[in-house]
């Protein structure tokens, strides 16, 4: 008599993970960007934001190069750390992955003026323009012009972004140590106090005392200091912090493999171990896309919709030629 032999879950094996869609969505964006970042290079918009007629006081000029000094020094120390952390383990960890992660959705940076000119940088800042009018779907007028500060930004995104993750996941984490049946939304809260209490106020640091960036396009009695060059837009305190917070709760999501859930089904693919951690790094590339993206559209589209005119003194060096000036552009109005 011949004895049955146990079926074989070919299906099973075969079956779409989480891990697997979110790596071909990671994937997309990699070669996305890639893309952008070719063409702006090779381009002609491969150049410094001109300054302007007006001069920035040397305090001012003293910050940003002092900023740009941090930022460097924090990348770098940030790139050992991270590199490491892998030599001695052999393997990424949840914070190396946010690094990838965060640093992979730079690219989106100046998405939020894809409606209208809304945000812009101090060109005072090592810079060689921006790769906005590059970016698929990208519609306002002189995207290329925003100065996007090369030795600050790609350090914050890097580093900066995966802190405040983690100060993030540290919130959720203690409320739910001290009170286990906490409700979603106090949970929810407490990620977004903690954001408000780091990268909040950098943010606002950033426009109201340091003037590296400005948010001219913004309602201006729903701004701090609105109607002025160094306003701030409120609507940044619910809009900002969301994407750390969603990122920290699915860290704090993470099953027994130590996997968040977009990576789930890493540890089923068969092969050399690189496929794995490969596919891990594509989903948390997503991931972060996906939030910046998310950030960036909603707070540029409300934006666009309600936004008040720009402020009468804007100092050229923190207009972007975005509008108005030199240009051939009117500033938004309303």
Known sequence: MLQS???????????????????????????????????????????????????????????????????????????IWFIRGIYK?????????????????????????FLTPMFTYNSYAVNRGSWAGFIPGYHSTNGNRIAEPLLINPAN?????????????????????????????????AGFASVWCTMSLLDVAGALIEHMDAWP?????????????????????????????????????????????????????TGPRWKATAARILAVVALCNVLNLAYTTGIGTLTHFTTDHWPTDMPSYLTNGQCGGITDITCPTP
């Open 5 to 79: 032999l146990p079926a074989v879950d070919v299906a099973g094996r075969r079956r779409l993970r989480p891990v697997h869609l979110w790596a071909g969505l990671g994937a997309a964006f990699v070669a996305t960007q890639a893309a952008v970042y070719i063409r702006w290079v090779t381009s002609s918009d491969f150049k410094a934001t001109p300054t302007g007629p007006d001069h920035i006081s040397s305090t001012g000029l003293a910050m940003v190069r002092g900023f740009e000094v941090v930022s460097t020094v924090m990348a770098v120390v940030g790139l």
């Open 89 to 113: 383990t052999r393997r990424i960890d949840a914070p190396r992955l946010l690094m990838l992660g965060w640093l992979s959705s730079y690219w989106l940076d100046p998405w939020l003026n």
């Open 157 to 189: 995104y890097f580093v900066t972004f995966t802190v405040v993750t983690f100060v993030a996941l540290w919130a959720i984490r203690t409320v739910k140590r001290r009170r286990p049946g906490a409700p979603l939304w106090l949970v929810v809260i």
């Open 217 to 269: 396009g913004a309602i201006q009695g729903f701004s701090l200091h609105g109607g002025h060059y160094d306003q701030f837009p409120i609507i940044e305190f619910v809009f900002f912090p969301t994407p750390f917070v969603i990122a920290g709760y699915l860290l704090h999501r993470r099953d027994e493999n130590g996997l968040t859930p977009v990576e789930r089904g890493s540890e089923q693919i």
